[in-house]
Structure formats: C-alpha cells, structure tokens
C-alpha cells in the first residue's frame, strides 16, 4: 500500500467511525472521557486515560479506544468504542469496526480481532464490517462465528444503524 492508499484507508475507517458514533449520539449516548486515576476499583472500565468509574458516568455512555482484555498474544486490547448503559448488557458492550474499502489484508486481520474477543475480551463484542473491499467468504466466516455471547452480531454499517435503534 502506498502513502496515499493509507491516508485514504485511515480516512474512511475514521468515517465509519464517526458514523458509528453518531448513531451511538443519536440513541442518548454520551461520550464520556474518565479522569485519571492511579487505583482500581472492581467497578472500572479501564480506559489508557485512567479508569471509567461507572457509578461517576452518565447512565448512557461511550468510550472510545478502551481496554477490554488481552489479544491472543497477550497484549493490551483496545476496542473501538465501549458502551454503558445498554439494556441487553449491563456489564458493557464492545464495538468494533473494520472498514475496508479495496481488497487487501483487513480479512487476514479478522480471525486474530475474533480469536482475541473470543478468549481475551472481558465484554461481549459486536463487529461493524463494511467498506465494499472484504471478500465475501471472509464476511461469511465472520458471521459464522457470532455465538451470541461473546461475539454478539456481525454487521454491515446499515444493518447496524437499524440494530442500534432497534436494540439500543
């Protein structure tokens, strides 16, 4: 990939992003920036700016870049966003959004982001994928692998706006 492919690649992800937010804004969500703190309590969602103190959150909130566990290597995991406040998941709900508009590696990446939330997340998850450029047979893998626990839904960005009203 070239400089330009890049920035472009980088450029719609954010775009997919802000979309994810924006529904998430538009459902009553309200991103939420925690303090920073140096202790733990068994009530945080760890975030890399310190420690979301949930009964100090607004009721609906979301979180972005947070710490949900490990990757199947063992190293910090990060998702997306994180959601509080949603009436199926008490505990939290991760979103995470692959944007991928021409073919190229993301599909290679979709088995390691599914083996760390299956084993190393501490929230069920939730995967936005879209952009045109995944191989059908990747999309279909994926879906494949949502065992409504863990790994809760695997959707385009239309399916998940219509999700997100529907469900959250």
Same mark, same amino acid.
């Given at each position: 990939?070239?400089p330009?492919q890049?920035l ?5 992800g954010?775009?997919a ?5 924006g529904?998430?804004?538009?459902r009553?969500?309200q991103e939420?920036a925690p303090?920073r703190r ?5 009530a945080t969602i760890?975030?890399?700016l310190?420690?979301i ?6 009721p609906?909130?979301v979180?972005?870049q947070?710490?949900?566990g490990t990757?199947?290597? =063992?190293?910090?995991a990060?998702?997306?966003f994180?959601?509080? *406040?949603?009436? !199926?998941?008490?505990?939290? @709900? %991760?979103?995470e959004s692959?944007?991928q508009?021409a073919?190229?590696s993301v599909d290679?990446?979709?088995?390691f982001l599914?083996f760390?939330?299956?084993? =190393?997340y501490?929230l069920?998850?939730?995967i936005v994928a879209? *952009?045109?450029? !995944?191989?059908?047979?990747a @999309? %279909? ?10 790994l ?7 399916e998940?706006l219509?999700?997100a009203n529907?469900t959250?």
């Amino acid at each position: 990939m070239n400089p330009s492919q890049a920035l472009r690649a980088e450029r719609t992800g954010l775009t997919a992003e802000a979309t994810i937010l924006g529904t998430l804004r538009g459902r009553g969500y309200q991103e939420y920036a925690p303090p920073r703190r140096t202790t733990t309590t068994i009530a945080t969602i760890q975030h890399p700016l310190g420690l979301i103190e949930l009964d100090q959150a607004p009721p609906r909130h979301v979180v972005r870049q947070c710490l949900v566990g490990t990757t199947i290597y =063992g190293t910090p995991a990060l998702a997306d966003f994180v959601i509080t *406040g949603a009436p !199926h998941w008490p505990r939290g @709900l %991760a979103i995470e959004s692959k944007w991928q508009y021409a073919p190229g590696s993301v599909d290679e990446k979709l088995p390691f982001l599914v083996f760390s939330i299956q084993r =190393g997340y501490s929230l069920p998850t939730v995967i936005v994928a879209d *952009g045109g450029g !995944h191989r059908a047979e990747a @999309l %279909a893998w994926l879906r494949r692998q949502v065992d409504g626990a863990q790994l809760c839904g695997v959707f385009s960005i239309v399916e998940f706006l219509t999700w997100a009203n529907r469900t959250l």
